[in-house]
């Protein structure tokens, strides 16, 4: 079966420290991968999306940055955080292009103090 | 860009009630996804529309597209505090942009018993 596994569930980072958030996905290959950032618990602002290794599409000009370095692996990475990147971090990844279901990890919290 | 437009933004009502809430699109749909999120959490896979008309249920709660698959509405037969949460809609871009997956700003559902 598919899963996807998502880590750290909760981090509190001082501001100007570096970040690495890590997804990876079980049971499927050359799944598409998605970045999402959710603020005071509503809408989920894409912030990167790879539909292959090595390919990574960024939304948000921001102070984070995105890689696939495997097949089934997506890091989110900053070098140094600010306070508004404090949020809830989601994974997600679809198989194929279109008309598949997509399918979360449980998050991160970020808190940057 | 898609822009997708839910509403209400939150909504409250009485345990045993029906409720419905609205997801429109500025672009056409190509694949309309409704998920359900409780606070903290990750999101939880609800139904996936892709033909405009369709329609599909899952216990208690009904989704439809429209014919011209730019609006769609989640229908809560009788709901109950269980029902309770985050619910968002998401779309698939078109065009070059097929892998890109968008989402609405979500409804938050408060059920009282």
């Known amino acids: 079966s598919q899963t996807i596994h998502q880590w750290p569930a909760t981090l509190v980072q001082p501001v100007g420290s570096p970040l690495s958030l890590e997804c990876t996905v079980e049971?499927?290959?050359?799944?598409?991968l998605y970045w999402y950032r959710q603020a005071a618990g509503r809408g989920l602002q894409l912030l990167f999306y790879s539909v292959g290794i090595g390919q990574i599409s960024s939304e948000v000009p921001q102070n984070l940055s995105a890689s696939r370095p495997q097949d089934r692996q997506f890091i989110l990475s900053s070098k140094k955080l600010l306070l508004s990147d404090s949020g809830f971090y989601l994974c997600?990844?679809?198989?194929?292009?279109?008309?598949?279901?997509?399918?979360f990890g449980q998050g991160t919290r970020l808190t940057v103090v | 860009s898609q822009e997708l437009e839910q509403s209400p933004q939150s909504l409250i009502v009485q345990e045993g009630k029906n409720l419905t809430i609205n997801c429109t699109s500025s672009k056409t749909l190509y694949g309309l996804y409704w998920y359900k999120q409780k606070y903290g959490e990750g999101l939880i896979f609800l139904m996936m529309?892709?033909?405009?008309?369709e329609e599909k249920s899952h216990e208690k709660i009904t989704a439809k597209l429209d014919e011209k698959k730019q609006q769609s509405s989640l229908h809560i037969t009788a709901s109950q505090p269980s029902h309770a949460g985050i619910y968002l809609c998401g779309a698939l871009a078109g065009g070059t942009s097929y892998g890109k997956l968008t989402f609405g700003q979500g409804t938050i559902l408060t059920v009282h018993p």
């Open positions: 997600a990844y679809r198989q194929g292009f279109m008309n598949t279901e997509a399918f």
């Open positions: 529309l892709q033909k405009g008309g």
């Open positions: 049971g499927t290959s050359n799944p598409n």
